[in-house]
T-cell receptor
Framework: DAKTTQPPSMDCAEGRAANLPCNHS???????VYWYRQIHSQGPQYIIH???NNETNEMASLIITEDRKSSTLILPHATLRDTAVYYC???????????????FGKGTKLSVIP | NAGVTQTPKFRVLKTGQSMTLLCAQD?????MYWYRQDPGMGLRLIHY???????AKGEVPDGYNVSRLKKQNFLLGLESAAPSQTSVYFC????????????FGSGTRLTVV
C-alpha cells in the first residue's frame, strides 16, 4: 500500500538539471510531500517539502502539480556528490498518532555521470 | 553544533547479549526517532518520542525498548539480541509538529552473530 511511486533509477549528466518524478495519486488535502536523500551508508538528509505551492531552497526546487497527484524534485546543476537514493514521502500535516512515521519506500537511485 | 550523534558506530553482539545505542542531539529538538534499515528496504520506525519522559511504538517495536530521560538523549535498548536485529540503526530528531524535516545521525551498524 505504497503511497508514493518513484522510478527505481535515473542517470543525469554532471552539470545538468536532475528531474526526479514522484507519483502520489492518493494524497489527501492535509498531507505534505517531503523529499529526502541518502548518500551511500550515510543517514538520510532532508531536502525540501511542500503542501500545495512550489518550493525552492538552497538545495533544490519542488514542483507540485495543481491536482497534487505528482511532484518533481529538481536539482538545478547536478554534481557527482548528488549521487544518492532520493525518497519521496507523503506525510500528514497534522500532529498526532500516525503523523510521526515517515514511510520510506525504495526511492530513486540517481547516478550523476561525469 | 554537532547535530545528531550516535554511539557506537559499529558493534558485534552475540545472540542473547544486551546493549544500548545512544543518540544525542544538540539542536533543542522536541521529537526524536529510532529507525532501522535493512538491505534493499526502506527505513522502518522502531520507536519515537515527542518529549522528555514520553515514548511510543513505531512500526517494528518488538525486541526493543527506549528511554528519553533527558530532552537531548534518546536511548535504544536490545535486551536479548537476535540475528534478526542485525541492521543499520538511525536516530533522527526534529522540532515539534510535522512542518519540519528530520535531522538524521550517521548510523550504527549492528551485527548479531
Amino acid at each position: 500500500d505504497a503511497k508514493t511511486t518513484q522510478p527505481p533509477s535515473m542517470d543525469c549528466a554532471e552539470g545538468r538539471a536532475a528531474n526526479l518524478p514522484c507519483n502520489h495519486s492518493t494524497i489527501s488535502g492535509n498531507e505534505y510531500v517531503y523529499w529526502y536523500r541518502q548518500i551511500h551508508s550515510q543517514g538520510p538528509q532532508y531536502i525540501i517539502h511542500g503542501l500545495k505551492n512550489n518550493e525552492t531552497n538552497e538545495m533544490a526546487s519542488l514542483i507540485i502539480t495543481e491536482d497534487r497527484k505528482s511532484s518533481t524534485l529538481i536539482l538545478p546543476h547536478a554534481t557527482l556528490r548528488d549521487t544518492a537514493v532520493y525518497y519521496c514521502i507523503v506525510r500528514p500535516a497534522y500532529s498526532g498518532a500516525g503523523s510521526y512515521q515517515l514511510t520510506f519506500g525504495k526511492g530513486t537511485k540517481l547516478s550523476v555521470i561525469p | 553544533n554537532a547535530g545528531v550523534t550516535q554511539t557506537p558506530k559499529f558493534r558485534v553482539l552475540k545472540t542473547g547479549q544486551s546493549m544500548t545505542l545512544l543518540c544525542a542531539q544538540d539542536m533543542n529538538h522536541e521529537y526524536m526517532y529510532w529507525y532501522r534499515q535493512d538491505p534493499g528496504m526502506g527505513l522502518r520506525l522502531i520507536h519515537y518520542s515527542v518529549g522528555e519522559g514520553t515514548t511510543a511504538k513505531g512500526e517494528v517495536p518488538d525486541g526493543y525498548n527506549v528511554s528519553r530521560l533527558k530532552k537531548q538523549n534518546f536511548l535504544l535498548g536490545l535486551e536479548s539480541a537476535a540475528p534478526s536485529q542485525t541492521s543499520v540503526y538511525f536516530c533522527a530528531s526534529s522540532y515539534a509538529g510535522t512542518r519540519y524535516g528530520y535531522t538524521f545521525g550517521s548510523g550504527t551498524r549492528l551485527t548479531v552473530v
